[in-house]
């Protein structure tokens, strides 16, 4: 009866919250109150998939939801992104019938790493993608071996761990006994046989602490890796990219299946490999995936092209604090090649939470913006001092360097000089500052 | 004059931009005609040093840093006692007392450096941080990202807190401060967002160097001006951050 109750709550109140445009965690909430176990009182689809990760959930959620529904399956999927247990209780009560039964034939979510044993303390994934473990909003997340220890209890013993082989600290997630199927990307001519960074996470095994050795880097401390004790290495994947040229934005998943990128970056390859993993793995068929990956352009916002001046434009989002998202969006510049200037905004650190904080500036490597090609860099926002200071320290010449704490007059500055393509590199927290001001391309 | 620096462990210990604290009193070094070198290992030779610098690491990373300092006990008292700087933040600054209790009850023994004890806790304080200093000083401002308590301070680093946690109760002194034994559990590149903390630190080491004290010390560009938004923003918006 209070499973009854709880679901038809949760769907008045999604009715209701959705005309006055409200968020989706509230009626969850209200239904765990009425019915604290009433997520492990439904019946679920046959195929329950989660993913988490510092990086790429959202998008390789996105992806995988797209590749279930061309293949005619019948997917539920958290597409707002409300990824704790209030806003999968939503979800899933809101596609509930009236006696629990979840629609759909697969059940997709996202997943919060911090908070994911919470969700999966009353039903369990058959499928567990965990894409990546970087540092990444340590003022609330404390740092990867944490979230690590976070993620361990939201693992059944029963659900299949679908995991990158590339990242030493996610590998170790195989040694709970679950059964494991790797996804990762095999050599490639980007790859380095040193390590790129301002810190290396890699240095060190996550299982024993002995020093590791990488026969090469993809990036940052993702790549082949054993430890010289212990005998953590880096597994053979079941699922690869085995061809990757990235300045022609062609990769091969499997050996067979060649892959236009519409979107040339190295996350934008793993998203796409988990993305494929999971898929195979419940029986969509090659042809069918890769028809959608093929020139795939993601639609949640992290790329934006815009005019501005005679510019034209690319938002490339980052995530403050995650010195590895920015890293990235740093590398894409740095390897175009063409004439271009770069606009870096921090003036808010968090969309959700107060912080001062900015040691994360420290371990973003922007010698990478020291690239002849990169004209001219702009820095904005209320940290322009911190970042100011940060550049002082790198190796990009200061006369290249154009400072304003204020965002409209880095805009406005940028609008009245140069017709070089723009790069803008920033946050979700600050993104909308820019936008706000620039003429968005068609979506 | 040549100044040595070195940076133990910086790789296992550092989360948080740590290498930044010394490239900036690299650069206030420089700016005085000083040349400096940074050297940066497991287990470096600490017999030449003026600055001894250790930052953060994940409580894992603390464990194996504590047992590669541990047969260079004598090389860090030896540096103390002919006026070295020996600077550790974060949890890097535990390993300095008497013992760490971690979560699962094992005890490690300490460098034994000072009389302080911690005990890790299963629940991490993140919080940013303004320490109140003697009249006359800058506030300090920074983070901390914490999960212990540390117990037996008899001479902390700053007497209390107007934001944060300290050694082990809110607000409450914070660090550990004994002749040129300087540590606290604020996080990162703590001079760099510090000017005012860098020059004390400077100053020591400059002493220790025999090298001449000037009245006024170098600031890097912006630094100041980075201070004092981080400052106001504390102040104005911290309160709620709680
Ligand atoms: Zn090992």
New interface residues.
């Given amino acids: 009866m209070r499973r009854f109750l709880a679901i038809i709550l949760c769907k008045l109140m999604r009715v209701v919250g959705k005309m006055l445009g409200r968020g989706s965690s509230l009626p969850g909430q209200f239904a765990l109150k009425v019915c604290p176990d009433v997520l492990g009182r439904v019946k679920l689809p046959p195929y329950v998939i989660a993913v988490t990760g510092s990086n790429g959930k959202t998008s390789t959620v996105e992806m995988i939801a797209a590749i279930l529904k061309a293949a005619g399956k019948n997917v539920v999927y958290n597409a707002e992104g409300s990824n704790q247990i209030e806003g999968v209780t939503t979800l899933i009560l809101s596609q509930c019938d009236l006696r629990g039964q979840v629609r759909g034939d697969v059940l997709l979510l996202e997943s919060d790493e911090r908070y994911a044993r919470h969700t999966f303390h009353w039903f369990h994934p058959t499928h567990f993608v965990i894409t990546n473990l970087y ?1 990444d909003q ?3 997340n ?2 990867p ?2 979230v690590y220890d976070a993620i361990l209890p939201a693992i059944h013993p029963s659900t299949t761990l679908v995991l990158n082989a590339d990242d030493p600290l996610v590998a170790c997630f195989a040694h709970q006994g679950n059964p494991v199927k790797w996804f990762g990307l095999e050599a490639w001519p980007g790859a380095t046989k040193e390590h790129h960074g ?3 996470d890699g ?2 095994c996550p299982a024993c ?1 002995a020093p590791m050795e990488y026969e090469l880097y993809h990036y940052n401390h993702i790549g082949h890796y054993h430890c010289t004790q212990c005998g953590h290495h880096r597994p053979h994947p079941d699922f690869a990219v085995t061809g990757l040229d990235l300045e022609a934005g062609q990769l091969v998943l499997d050996g067979d299946t060649p892959i236009q990128l519409a979107f040339r970056s190295i996350y934008n390859v793993y998203n796409i490999l988990a993305a494929w993993s999971a898929c195979r793995m419940i029986g969509v068929d090659k042809h069918t995936a890769a028809g959608v990956i093929n020139n795939y352009i993601l639609k949640n916002g992290r790329m934006v092209r815009f005019t501005l001046g005679h510019h034209k434009g690319t938002l490339l989002t980052s995530k403050h604090e995650n010195s590895v998202a920015y890293d990235t969006n740093l590398r894409y510049i740095r390897d175009l090649g063409t004439p271009c200037s770069v606009l870096v905004v921090v003036d808010s650190i968090s969309r959700k ?11 973003i490597d922007f010698d990478l913006l020291s690239a002849p090609h990169v004209q001219r860099v702009v820095l904005s926002g ?2 322009v ?2 970042l ?2 940060r550049f ?2 790198s190796s990009v010449p200061q006369d290249k360097l154009v400072l304003s704490a204020s965002i409209p007059q880095a805009v406005e500055f940028l609008e009245g000089s140069g017709d070089e393509d723009l790069y803008v590199v920033t946050c979700f927290s600050d993104r909308d500052k820019v936008l706000d001001r620039v003429e968005l391309e068609d979506k | 004059m040549k100044l040595q620096f070195v940076h133990l462990c910086p790789q296992r210990m550092s989360l948080y931009g740590e290498y930044a604290n010394l490239v900036m009193l690299q650069r206030m070094a420089q700016e005085l005609g000083h040349a400096v070198e940074i050297v940066a290992g497991e287990a470096p030779d600490l017999s030449k040093a003026h600055l001894i610098y250790m930052g953060c690491g994940t409580e894992q990373a603390q464990k194996f840093a504590l047992e590669v300092l541990r047969p260079q006990v004598d090389g860090l008292k030896g540096a103390l006692d002919r006026g070295a700087v020996v600077l550790f933040t974060g949890n890097a600054m535990e390993v300095l007392g008497q013992s760490i209790t971690d979560t699962q009850g094992k005890v490690w023994e300490g460098l034994g450096l000072t009389e302080f004890t911690t005990i890790e806790t299963r629940q991490r304080t993140p919080h940013d941080v303004i320490a109140n200093t003697p009249p006359g000083y800058s506030p300090v401002v920074g983070f901390m990202n914490k999960c212990s308590l540390t117990a037996g301070v008899s001479t902390p680093m700053f007497e209390s807190l107007e934001m944060g946690f300290g050694n082990d109760c809110q607000r409450g002194p914070e660090g550990y401060l004994s002749g040129n034994l300087m540590a606290t559990h604020l996080t990162g590149p703590v001079l760099v967002k510090n000017p005012a903390l860098a020059h004390e630190v400077l100053r020591r080491v400059l002493t220790c160097a025999g090298a001449e004290v000037p009245q006024t010390l170098p600031v890097l560009p912006h630094q100041q001006e980075a201070y004092d938004v981080t400052l106001r923003e504390l102040r104005s918006k911290g309160e709620n951050a709680g």
């Fill in positions: 540092r340590l003022t609330r404390g740092h071996q944490w301002m810190y290396h240095a060190f602490g939470y107060f912080t001062g904080e900015t040691s994360w500036l420290w371990d209320r940290y001092h911190d100011a200071l002082e320290c």
